[in-house]
């Protein structure tokens, strides 16, 4: 390890000490959980590109917490096999704010993105777009892998597609300002902190590491489900995390007693976290699989008969233009 490194692993120790998973979507643990079970269903074309981006032995796990790294740090960070700078700029980029109860919530996913595509949905977009795009650097790509990875978890959490205006027409902020407590007692909580943990409970599967959580997940995936989920589109994936938001999260969370944290409470809960995190594996490597499909070859123009002898070479080259640039 050199001292580069060792200064930057060092920070990133010490930040998540500070932060915890309290203030990142998803902990940690569920992040690596979508990367994991993303990595597993790449095509061999989209697994090529993810290792010229990333490294031969790059994977996306390696990248799945970069971005929430960048919106608290106040020095470059360690990502994978490349740094990153400072980015509180993009913390917006996180979620999409649609308001409970909201009369259109698709309209109102236009509205919370605004011109500048500040939410997930517009983001992923963009940076799927650079994934595909033959004339971006290694660094975009390098940037852009990332912030996938990492969104498209995001997306999944359903208080990043919902929030409450409060009477003073404030935001909730996904319910971030909605205090909580554990029956149980300890530290206080939030609404919004409560679901990022959910799949991290503090009773014995604490210990379950990503691998064998993403392994158990990818175990109850059906090839017919996946084939479902992967059609989704970005706003479908949204408007979903909200009705959870909507019909189950925030009812309950008004309901007497709701602000207490029950095991009831988290039993019931991390089998619908645990399946948005499924879901949101199973769609990454979709999203990636398609940014990274080999461009398709041209159709030949016309059907005059030609002799192959002597122009094998050549029409090699006409089926395979996309195959050397695959290791780049
Ligand atoms: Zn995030």
Same mark, same amino acid.
Request: aromatic fraction near 6%.
């Given at each position: ?56 032995? @790059?994977? $996306?796990? =390696?990248?799945?917490?970069? /971005?929430?790294? +960048? ?8 990502? %994978? *096999? ?70 498209? @978890?995001? $997306?999944? =959490?359903?208080?990043?597609? /919902?929030?409450? +205006? ?8 996904? %319910? *971030? ?152």
């Amino acid at each position: 390890m050199n001292t580069r490194r060792a200064v930057m692993t060092s920070f990133l120790i010490a930040v998540s000490l500070l932060f915890q998973s309290k203030l990142w979507a998803w902990g940690p643990v569920g992040h690596d959980v979508v990367a994991l079970i993303a990595d597993s269903r790449l095509s061999p074309a989209a697994k090529n590109q993810v290792a010229a981006i990333l490294g031969p032995d @790059g994977n $996306l796990e =390696q990248v799945a917490n970069c /971005a929430d790294w +960048i919106k608290y740090a106040k020095q470059d960070v360690s990502c %994978g *096999n490349f740094s990153l700078p400072p980015m509180p700029e993009t913390a917006s980029w996180h979620f999409i704010d649609i308001p409970i109860n909201s009369q259109d919530p698709s309209g109102a996913i236009t509205s919370a993105c605004g011109p500048d595509g500040n939410c997930s949905i517009d983001q992923i977009e963009s940076h799927l777009q650079i994934l595909s795009d033959a004339s971006a650097t290694l660094d975009q790509k390098q940037q852009a892998l990332m912030f996938v990875t990492h969104l498209v @978890g995001d $997306l999944h =959490q359903p208080l990043h597609n /919902a929030t409450e +205006i409060l009477p003073d027409g404030t935001s909730d902020r996904g %319910g *971030n300002l909605k205090k909580m407590t554990f029956a149980s007692g300890g530290a206080a909580t939030n609404l919004h902190a409560l679901w990022d943990d959910l799949i991290e409970p503090t009773s014995e599967a604490k210990n379950m590491d990503p691998e064998s959580l993403a392994q158990t997940l990818e175990g109850e995936i059906s090839d017919q489900d996946a084939a479902i989920w992967a059609n989704a589109s970005l706003a479908d994936m949204a408007l979903e995390g909200y009705a959870i938001a909507q019909n189950q999260i925030y009812p309950d969370y008004h309901a007497p007693g709701g602000d207490v944290v029950t095991s009831a409470y988290e039993d019931e809960m991390r089998p619908v976290a645990y399946l948005r995190l499924e879901k949101a594996g199973v769609r990454l490597a979709a999203l990636l699989n398609k940014a990274f499909a080999p461009a398709p070859v041209p159709a030949p123009s016309s059907f005059e008969p030609i002799s192959l002898k002597g122009k094998l070479p050549a029409i090699q080259k006409l089926v395979f233009p996309a195959v050397s640039s695959w290791g780049r």
